[in-house]
Structure formats: structure tokens, C-alpha cells
């Protein structure tokens, strides 16, 4: 059963959500890998991996430790569960990845940066599509059968302008790696505290906030809740593994709402 999410996130991790119910099918135990899981969508789907018992082991791969995510049963990341490579030098990530141990049925890519905190449109590329490829491509040399991608709405490789640009070629290039199934997620605004500063978005969300005193979907159309986005990246990751998706599966911001937020059952 995914239960509902319009509630803020530590309070489902804490009182009212449980994740372990999420997706839980005995007969399909796997591992997975992460990319990303110290940011505002990362660090939520790996809070939901963590609790989820289908999910025997899960490799991270980051600069620093995940944060332990609060949950009605554990206020701990389970140590014998999170496989948290921690590489100051990014560099070495797709080569780290491929010596994990077991090797990962599924792969989420919530990796990314902004050109203010890169410092240059290049230096942004070198993360969002140059390290995000790499990576991807080590996690299909390893069998990983689902690639779950966080992009963004707007990504398109023919766009004039940079950001949407490479997340669109970024979104292509996966495509052609050979995956069972590549999940594309291309949210909008993403909603939620994030750990580090930024002023712009922190205006824009406040502004959110205003607008969704109308109600949810008034928000929903241009912006949404990263645990959102995080549970609809883990439910349509792990419904890939299962069922036959095509090769490509893609999720608007429509559909993110809705397979985020509905209540539904999964068999």
C-alpha cells in the first residue's frame, strides 16, 4: 500500500507513514544501487529502500555518509543493509560500482547540481551528464536490469538553453545503454528542506506554499513534494522490475503526483 504523502516528510518518517509496506513481494527480493542519496530526492528514496524488506542490500555511492533517516521503527540507516561507498573524488565512482558485491537488479540516479554551486555550465555538465553516464553505464556492465533516472521537466537534448538541454541528452544516452527498462522521472520544482542553501528556490517554495493555500493542485501542476517524487521513483522502479514497461517508461509531473500520492495496492 503507498500511503498518502501531502503531510510533511520527517512527520511521515516518524509517526504516520511506513514505508516497509511499500512494494513488499517476498518472491522478489533485490539489491539496489544509489547515486545522489545526500540530496533533497536521494536522500528520501534511499529512506524508502531502507525500510522496504524486498530490498536486501543497497550500495551508495557519495561524497559524505547518507543522513539516517528517521522511521517509526529505527533511527538508523540499518548497517547491515547500506553498502555506503563515501569517495571524496567522484572520479572513482563508476569504477567503485563495479566491484560491489552483490550487484545491484536496479539503479537510481538522483544525482545533480546547480551551475551556482558547480561555479560553470561546464563543471555543471561534468556532474548532471558526464559522472551520471559513467555511472550508468557501470551499473549496466554489472546487469543492473532498471535504470531509474530523476531528470527534470523541460529536458530536452535539442533545447537552446544548457540545464534542459543536457538532462535531455543526458535522458538519450541512457536509452541506448540496454537496460530491461530506463524510468525517467522529470518533476518540476522540487518542494522540501534541502541541506544546503539555496536562496532562489527557498523564495520560489515559499511562494509554493502561498499558492497551495488553494490547494494541492494548484501546486501539483508546476511543482512537487520531493518524497513524492521519491515514492514514485521507487514504486515505478521496482513495478519495472516486475512487469514489461518498454524499454522506456516516462512519468510527467502528472503522473508522479499520482503514482506518488495514491493509495493502491500492488500485487
Do not use: C
Request: glycine share 8%; net charge neutral.
Amino acid at each position: 500500500m503507498i500511503h498518502n504523502l501531502d503531510s510533511d516528510f520527517e512527520s511521515l518518517l516518524s509517526h504516520n507513514w511506513h514505508p516497509e509496506f511499500v512494494f513488499f513481494d517476498p518472491g522478489m527480493m533485490t539489491v539496489a544501487g544509489i547515486v545522489g542519496s545526500t540530496g533533497l530526492v536521494g536522500s528520501r528514496i534511499l529512506a524508502i529502500l531502507n525500510e522496504n524488506p524486498s530490498i536486501t542490500k543497497i550500495h551508495s555511492l557519495s561524497r559524505r555518509p547518507p543522513l539516517a533517516p528517521k522511521t517509526a521503527s529505527t533511527n538508523s540507516l540499518a548497517e547491515t543493509k547500506l553498502n555506503s561507498l563515501t569517495l571524496a573524488d567522484s572520479s572513482e565512482w563508476p569504477l567503485e560500482l563495479s566491484t560491489v558485491t552483490p550487484t545491484p537488479t536496479i539503479f537510481f540516479s538522483a544525482l545533480g547540481t546547480t551551475k551556482a554551486a558547480a561555479g560553470s555550465v561546464a563543471i555543471q555538465r561534468q556532474i548532471d551528464y558526464e559522472l551520471n553516464l559513467s555511472l550508468a553505464k557501470s551499473a549496466k556492465e554489472i546487469d543492473a536490469k532498471v535504470y531509474v533516472l530523476i531528470s527534470s521537466a523541460g529536458a530536452n537534448s535539442k533545447s537552446l538553453l544548457p540545464y534542459p538541454k543536457m538532462k535531455g541528452e543526458l535522458e538519450d544516452a541512457v536509452q541506448k545503454l540496454g537496460f530491461k527498462t530506463v524510468v525517467i522521472l522529470r518533476p518540476g520544482l522540487l518542494l522540501g528542506d534541502r541541506a544546503e542553501s539555496r536562496p532562489a528556490e527557498w523564495a520560489v517554495r515559499k511562494f509554493a506554499g502561498i499558492v497551495g493555500l488553494l490547494g494541492q493542485g494548484a501546486t501539483d501542476f508546476w511543482a512537487q513534494d520531493a518524497a513524492v517524487v521519491a515514492q514514485a521513483a521507487v514504486s515505478a522502479g521496482l513495478t519495472a522490475l516486475k512487469e514489461d514497461k518498454g524499454s522506456t517508461w516516462e512519468l510527467t509531473q502528472a503522473d508522479i503526483v499520482k503514482m506518488g500520492r495514491h493509495e493502491e495496492q500492488n500485487k
